[in-house]
């Protein structure tokens, strides 16, 4: 017997005994390459991926940065001409850095142009950079997420808007073409604060749980989020759960391949960034260290009892894939992704039928 269906003979097992209380439908959504390639990489992988039977992809948007692209609705536009199916997500577009009126409209575009398949995820950002780049006070941005985020509901949802707020002024205001999606397309939160869940509670759709957080810290932000949903009559409420995910045929060679690339990458952005509740781990970092309840990691069998915790720990419906790494080789990545399609992704499938 090879490697390969071996491992996926012990991942069987793992099904058999753990999955049969996780019944309800999960969906998987791949955040691809960004700005490490060219886009028409991008463009390829995520034809891949609709292929390989994801849900939805996902680009996100951070500014003054060499690895990340920004302007994700236009990169989604990109990506509808290539797909027909898979739903197309801004994970997340950083609202309080544009007027509403703009959002609503190209948001509206990308859902006519990929026939009514948008999920708008907004978030408020948190890097100090970003909106120093646009000229804005970080200060501000709770104020002008709450404000741009009730009109873009009007403005999706309503003709002939006029709007006389703290941040934003709109007169006589109709988005034209309408969105595809009645009656409107959805709008996922990305949020950590208290403030901030509590808005995702009453406006949103669903909250997006960021990549680096580990379970604990995101434990109590999602209690919040809960309690919040239910106060403002909105239902239980849904969590997207975003991971890095990087899997190998053994828990060994996963360690191996990542190197330090994972370290670095989190070094560099998320635990240089004043997060609300993200904390770097005290000490020297090493890969087992850092991917501890943060990263789903390792072998089949690993990564998808990784998946089915964070799922019953959360009660997570959705879990947003990034594979591509900084730092770590692409043929190691593809092959990541590979294996997750072949080996993780249908086990977790397997009693949706």
């Given at each position: 017997m090879t490697r390969s269906r071996a491992s996926h003979s012990v991942v069987r097992v793992v099904q058999a005994r753990h999955y049969a209380s996780t019944r309800s439908c999960m969906q998987f959504g791949l955040s691809p390459l960004q700005g490490q390639a060219s886009f028409e990489e991008t463009l390829r992988e995520c034809e891949r991926a609709e292929a390989a039977g994801f849900d939805s992809i996902w680009l996100g948007e951070h500014h003054n940065n060499p690895?990340?692209?920004?302007?994700?609705?236009?990169?989604?536009?990109?990506?509808?001409?290539?797909?027909?199916?898979?739903?197309?997500?801004?994970?997340?577009?950083?609202?309080?850095?544009?007027?509403?009126?703009?959002?609503?409209?190209?948001?509206?575009?990308?859902?006519?142009?990929?026939?009514?398949?948008?999920?708008?995820?907004?978030?408020?950002?948190?890097?100090?950079?970003?909106?120093a780049a646009f000229g804005q006070s970080l200060k501000e941005r709770g104020s002008r997420m709450e404000e741009s985020a009730s009109l873009l509901h009007r403005l999706w949802t309503e003709t002939n808007v006029t709007h006389h707020g703290k941040n934003y002024r709109v007169d006589n205001a109709t988005v034209a073409p309408r969105p595809v999606q009645r009656p409107r397309p959805p709008i996922w939160f990305g949020a950590w604060a208290e403030p901030a869940l509590r808005r995702a509670a009453r406006l949103g759709d669903a909250w997006i749980v960021g990549p680096s957080a580990n379970l604990e810290e995101i434990a109590p932000c999602a209690r919040l989020y809960r309690n919040a949903c239910v106060e403002s009559v909105r239902g239980k409420g849904e969590i997207a759960l975003f991971r890095y995910v990087f899997v190998a045929h053994s828990t060994k060679e996963a360690i191996a391949a990542a190197g330090d690339g994972f370290i670095q990458a989190f070094e560099r952005m998320y635990f240089r960034w004043p997060h609300p509740v993200v904390k770097r781990p005290s000490?020297?970092?090493?890969?087992?260290?850092?991917?501890?309840?943060?990263?789903?990691?390792?072998?089949?069998?690993?990564?998808?009892?990784?998946?089915?915790?964070?799922?019953?720990?959360?009660?997570?419906?959705?879990?947003?894939?990034?594979?591509?790494?900084?730092?770590?080789p692409r043929e190691a990545c593809a092959i990541s992704l590979d294996l997750f399609t072949r080996e993780v992704m249908p086990i977790l499938r397997a009693d949706e039928s």
């Open positions: 690895i990340l692209y920004p302007a994700p609705l236009i990169g989604l536009a990109a990506v509808a001409s290539r797909t027909r199916r898979i739903r197309l997500g801004t994970g997340v577009l950083l609202l309080p850095l544009y007027h509403p009126m703009m959002v609503a409209e190209e948001g509206a575009m990308v859902d006519v142009i990929s026939g009514g398949r948008l999920i708008l995820g907004v978030g408020p950002g948190y890097a100090p950079e970003e909106f000490g020297e970092l090493t890969i087992e260290r850092l991917a501890r309840d943060r990263i789903i990691f390792g072998d089949p069998r690993t990564c998808v009892e990784e998946i089915i915790r964070f799922r019953r720990e959360l009660d997570a419906k959705h879990l947003i894939c990034r594979f591509s790494v900084p730092g770590i």
